[in-house]
């Protein structure tokens, strides 16, 4: 088939193109990427599925209005590169988002094709440009305009910060990137695993960004280190943008959250990702033994899943999701609840957990749980669950993990007391240009959102950018009128 | 890269070293600590920045070899490298005018208390200090300690130096004879912080404890160091790690510090990085 002589109909025809993938019962076994990508010919066969829409309503569900239809026609036409040119045009990190975005809430949801039929696989398009581009080795690093004179620091080394300082970089301005750990990336090096998101790829995102002479320092944390003040007032910094995430995770607030083998999330993963914990003893920090044990991991979102996958991993028997609501109301990705399904793991679905159990030794030995019934829609349109009388059980565990969100740090808050935050300590900005209260210093991604995603980080750090750029744009100007 | 400036024991297993860190160095205060990653495979772990030097720019750390990553600083000389170390971290001690001021170290807790006793006694108070040690070799800081004390004690649980016994009898001691103590800082092994705890609880006199949860990123991210105090959930990286010694739950510190006792074990034993280090020497 010709992407130049197509019909409609035969494009109608064609199904939806399967991305090859490590077989269940494999790929519990390792650490690898689940996904293998789509092949030249797959994606190619994939995008002529795209009727080129005269009203392409798939970019009004994405966040950052990538030109879907205008990617997807280079892809049917042979020419990845250009393809994966188009989509840079408005998303820097596509073999990232490719891989993590929640497309069928997004793009996928508006497809038309998705009406009657499965939508475009826009994001394992994009996903396949992306990683075209790399691993081939012709990727092409954007243009930088000429240096402007000005200084930018940006605050956290997540999606926001990182596509903050791209475009302060392509801008012409000098960016200076800060952050508290020891490894660039945010939640997608010490948050999502390798096998959903390979940190080879990350580390190639970062290598990109070095390039364009963007400075890298770790082991700052600001507001400790430094303040935000001083970096503007004395080390020179015209502006600032905080993308420093959310962190601090939340508890249920039941009994028994505090005994030997109840661990938040993120403990769990930074553990396993960022310290390397599945290769202990060769890397020094341990994780929860989870071979043969039962593990549980109490919520229903991305981070929930990730958890209970890593636990299956690293040998747990059984590896539980208990989850107060039903499978529809998850917030994790769909592809991610069928990978959890395929992989063995159980779901104990309307339950919640009254109280952890634990012997003498206060370590977790099990979770006393309730089943619930979903009752009446509440607000949010939500059915909302109601306990059932005399249905509480007590599932034996090892480990539990708390997988229930994230509050936001209050660092930054603290130290810097003339940035407006709102009652949950996130940061407050004009929504416009992402401006903070205090002059010079903007914020983005999930300090201001809280926990979203990593495509709308992305897209405040992009905007932040733009309006940074503008301001200091301005400001050299009337330094030169007078 | 870290730089060590200089490195020397001060007792069996306990070693001082003076680190180049310029802006951790302008910026800790008292009751601060870093997190420090000695190579690339290794963990983060804690240490509390016992001094500092802002115009040279370093920061004095002194260390107890517990387990692999203690042990294999303290196996490092002067002129090597630390990868990673990041602070200053944690909410500093709340400085005041209390009156007396009782500082009480345990073992290496002496280290982690001398910047805190230091800064009681420059805000004016009269400070008595009370370091114990297992035996009179592993008596560290006894100069330091002297220089920013009103009355400085030393105890040895086998009487090898100084008064035989507990810091808790010392203490209780000078409660029955009559003395006015407005303010108790105690930092050491976890048994010992719940001690003094019990002996100024009775007395209602302030108490604060620096504790030592299991931390691995050190910003409020994890969760890990999280700590029982007042029946609330704190995280004592962001949150402390200074506690009022009267709320804290112990027991749960000492149970959730033991989690990994297998596993350090284990580590410790594997010796995969004691071959690295060999090699670099
Ligand atoms: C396990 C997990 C799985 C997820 N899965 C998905 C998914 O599949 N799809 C999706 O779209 N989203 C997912 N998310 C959400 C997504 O990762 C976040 O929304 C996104 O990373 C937010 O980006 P950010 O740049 O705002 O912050 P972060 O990615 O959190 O990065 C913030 C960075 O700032 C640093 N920092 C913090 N404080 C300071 C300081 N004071 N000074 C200097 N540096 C500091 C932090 O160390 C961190 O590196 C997931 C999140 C988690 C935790
Ligand atoms: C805020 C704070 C300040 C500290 N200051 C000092 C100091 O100035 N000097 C000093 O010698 N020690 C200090 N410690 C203790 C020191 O961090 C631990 O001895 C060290 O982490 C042990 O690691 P290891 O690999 O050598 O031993 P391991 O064999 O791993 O552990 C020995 C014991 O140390 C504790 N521990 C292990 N890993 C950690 C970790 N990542 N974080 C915290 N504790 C851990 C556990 O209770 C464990 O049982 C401090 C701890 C905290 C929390
Ligand atoms: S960035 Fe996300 S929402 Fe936008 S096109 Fe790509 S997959 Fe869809
Ligand atoms: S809505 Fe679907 S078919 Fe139409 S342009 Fe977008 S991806 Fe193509
Ligand atoms: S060490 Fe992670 S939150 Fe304190």
């Known amino acids: 088939m010709d992407a130049k002589t197509i019909t409609t109909k035969e494009r109608l025809a064609i199904p939806r193109q399967v991305m090859p993938a490590q077989e269940p019962e494999v790929r519990v076994g390792n650490f690898d990427e689940v996904h293998l990508g789509l092949t030249p010919e797959l994606a190619q066969m994939e995008a002529l599925r795209c009727i080129q829409c005269k009203d392409p309503v798939c970019i009004q569900g994405c ?16 020419d990845f590169l250009g393809a994966a040119r188009k989509v840079k045009e408005d998303n820097v990190l596509p073999a990232i988002c490719g891989r993590v975005c929640p497309q069928e809430d997004q793009c996928e949801k508006l497809c038309v094709i998705g009406k009657k039929r499965e939508p475009v696989a826009i994001g394992n398009l994009e996903r396949f440009v992306g990683d075209y581009e790399r691993l081939t080795g012709q990727r092409i690093d954007p243009v930088v305009a000429p240096p402007t004179g000005k200084k930018v620091a940006v605050i956290g080394s997540g999606p926001a910060g990182l596509s903050c300082a791209n475009d302060l970089a392509q801008f012409g301005h000098k960016v200076v990137v800060f952050e508290a750990l020891h490894e660039f990336g945010g939640v997608l090096m010490y948050g999502i695993p390798e096998f959903r998101l390979p940190k080879a790829i990350v580390r190639d995102e970062l290598d990109g960004l070095c390039r364009m002479g963007i400075e890298f320092r770790t082991n700052v944390v600001v507001g400790r280190t430094i303040t935000i003040d001083e970096l503007l007032d004395e080390e020179g910094f015209d502006a600032a943008f905080i993308g420093v995430g959310a962190g601090l995770p939340w508890f249920m607030g039941i009994p028994g959250e505090n005994l030997v083998g109840v661990l938040a999330a993120n403990e769990f993963l930074t553990r396993v990702n960022l310290m390397k914990a599945y290769n202990f ?21 991305n981070t929930a899943m990730d958890a209970v996958r890593t636990a299956k991993r690293l040998g747990a028997e059984h590896a539980y999701i208990v989850y107060r609501r039903s499978e529809a109301e998850m917030p994790a990705r769909e592809e991610e609840i069928h990978h959890a399904q395929k992989e063995g793991i159980e779901f104990q679905l309307l339950t919640i957990p009254l109280e952890f159990i634990g012997d003498d030794q206060e370590r977790l030995t099990g979770v006393r749980c309730q089943k619930m019934e979903l009752g009446e829609p509440d607000d949010s349109g939500r059915r909302k669950p109601v306990p059932v009388e005399g249905s509480e059980f007590v599932l034996p565990i090892d480990m539990a993990v708390i997988s229930i969100g994230n509050g936001s740090n209050p660092l930054i808050k603290q130290t810097t007391p003339d940035i407006e935050v709102s009652r949950k300590d996130t940061i407050i900005v004009d929504i416009n240009t992402m401006e903070t209260s205090k002059e010079h210093v903007y914020a983005g991604g ?23 750029h503008e301001k200091l744009s301005n400001t050299a100007k009337r330094f030169e009128e007078s | 890269m870290y730089r060590i400036v200089s490195a020397i024991f001060l007792a069996e297993n306990i070693k001082k070293f003076v680190i180049e860190a310029p802006r951790v160095a302008k910026k800790r205060m008292a009751g601060q600590f870093v997190m420090l990653r000695i190579e690339e495979n290794g963990e983060r772990f804690p240490l ?20 692999k990553s203690t042990r294999a600083l303290n196996g490092m000389e002067a002129g090597e490298m630390i990868s990673d170390l990041v602070g200053p971290l944690g909410t500093p001690s709340h400085i005041e005018y209390f009156g007396t001021a009782v500082s009480i170290g345990g073992g290496v807790g002496t280290a982690i208390a001398y910047p805190t006793a230091a800064a009681l006694k420059a805000a004016g108070n009269y400070v008595i200090t009370i370091n114990g040690a297992r035996t009179k070799e592993l008596v560290i800081l006894e100069d330091e300690m002297k220089a920013v004390s009103d009355e400085a004690y030393i105890t040895t649980d086998d009487g090898s130096y100084g008064i035989s016994g507990f810091v808790t009898q010392k203490l209780q001691e000078l409660i029955d004879t009559g003395r006015k103590i407005d303010f108790v800082l105690a930092i050491g092994p976890i048994p010992m912080m719940k001690a003094v705890a019990e002996v100024t609880r009775p007395y209602g006199i302030k108490t604060v404890v620096s504790l030592n949860p299991i931390m691995i990123d050190g910003t409020g991210m994890c969760g890990g160091c999280r700590v029982t105090v007042g029946n609330e959930i704190k995280f004592a990286c962001v949150d402390g790690p200074e506690f009022d010694a009267h709320l804290v739950d112990f027991k749960n510190l000492a149970d959730r510090n033991r989690i990994y006792l297998k596993e350090e074990k284990e580590s410790a034993e594997s010796g995969v990085h004691h071959c690295r280090l060999t090699e670099q020497m």
Not at chain 2, 49 to 65: C, F, R, Y
């Open chain 1, 446 to 468: 999930d300090i201001v959102t809280g926990g979203a995603t990593v495509i709308l980080a992305m897209g405040a750090g992009r905007t932040a950018a733009a309006a940074i």
């Open chain 1, 281 to 301: 003893p060769n890397s020094d920090t341990p994780v929860f033994d989870c071979k043969n044990k039962s593990v549980a991991v109490f919520g229903g979102g």
């Open chain 2, 48 to 67: 509390t920045i016992a001094d500092s030097d802002p115009e040279n720019g370093t920061i004095t750390l002194i260390v107890q070899g517990a387990g």
């Open chain 1, 63 to 78: 966040p950052v209005n990538i030109k879907i239809d205008q990617f997807i026609k280079l892809i049917a036409e042979g």
